[in-house]
């Protein structure tokens, strides 16, 4: 059974529609890149298969769940459940230390989660950091943070849009490197969305997303 799906989504800003009837499936541990030009929906579609948009028309299913029946809390926990999500933006707390800012999606945060964290940290080579704050990081230091909070609750999907955009060349291979190895680990399907073709090519498949309507 796929981890994700989206059902012939539409969706419109204003009378301009930007999805015009976008399927899509992920399979679990599965990796797929989506490309496209700027301005194609990719990162339109990205948010609607996060749940933090709903789309105009169509259906976004988690596992089992479908996303559009739930808003609120309810979804935020449920995203928490399914979904990591690393954005080209770190979206770290600018006033969390850096293993706080790791254990942010976990809403229980139990003993193992800690040591979980501290684990993950240490792969990434940050276990120097701890009680930094995201502002006395590197922009390398603040992705792999990122990337350690997406994947601390064992989501099955990672969605990932052009999380390396902000990188230079060393910490672009660098964390690539730790996304696709802490998925596969973790068994997370993952949809990145990049414009480096070399990147995209290293997917088990690669979708494209052409003026609101995808080719493969
Ligand atoms: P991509 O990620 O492929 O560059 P986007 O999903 O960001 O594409 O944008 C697709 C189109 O939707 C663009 O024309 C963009 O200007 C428009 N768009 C995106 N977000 C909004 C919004 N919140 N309101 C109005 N138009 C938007
Ligand atoms: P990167 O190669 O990851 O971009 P930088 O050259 O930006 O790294 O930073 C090198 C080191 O300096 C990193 O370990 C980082 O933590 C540290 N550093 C960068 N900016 C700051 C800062 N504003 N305050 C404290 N340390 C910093």
């Known amino acids: 059974m796929s981890v994700l799906q989206a059902l012939e989504i539409h969706h419109t800003f204003g009378n301009t529609e930007v999805l015009k009837g976008v399927s899509l499936q992920l399979n679990p541990g599965e990796v797929v890149a989506l490309t496209g ?30 996303v559009s029946t ?14 990591g999500l690393v954005f080209q933006q770190h979206y770290l707390l600018s006033d ?10 976990s809403w229980i945060q139990a003993k193992h ?28 230091e603040r992705q792999r943070v ?16 052009e999380p ?3 990188l230079d060349q060393h910490n672009t291979q660098e964390v690539m490197h730790l996304l696709l190895e802490l998925a596969r680990e973790r068994g997370s399907g993952v949809l990145l969305v ?21 080719v493969s």
């Open 37 to 66: 030009p700027s301005g194609s929906g990719k990162s339109t579609l990205l948010h609607l298969l996060a749940g933090l948009e709903r789309p105009t028309l169509g259906k976004v299913m988690w596992g089992t769940a479908q």
């Open 70 to 83: 739930l808003k609120g809390t309810p979804l935020d926990r449920l995203r928490n459940q399914h979904i």
């Open 96 to 105: 969390l230390t850096v293993l706080h800012n790791a254990l942010v999606p």
């Open 113 to 140: 989660e800690q040591q979980e964290a501290l684990e993950l940290l240490a792969r990434v080579g940050l276990s120097h950091r701890l009680q930094h704050y995201p502002s006395q990081l590197s922009g390398g």
């Open 146 to 161: 990122a990337l350690v909070r997406a994947v601390l609750n064992r989501p099955s999907v990672i969605l990932a849009d």
């Open 164 to 166: 390396t955009g902000n």
């Open 194 to 214: 990049t414009h480096d073709e070399p990147l995209a090519s290293r997917a088990d498949r690669i979708l494209h997303l052409l003026d609101g309507v995808l």
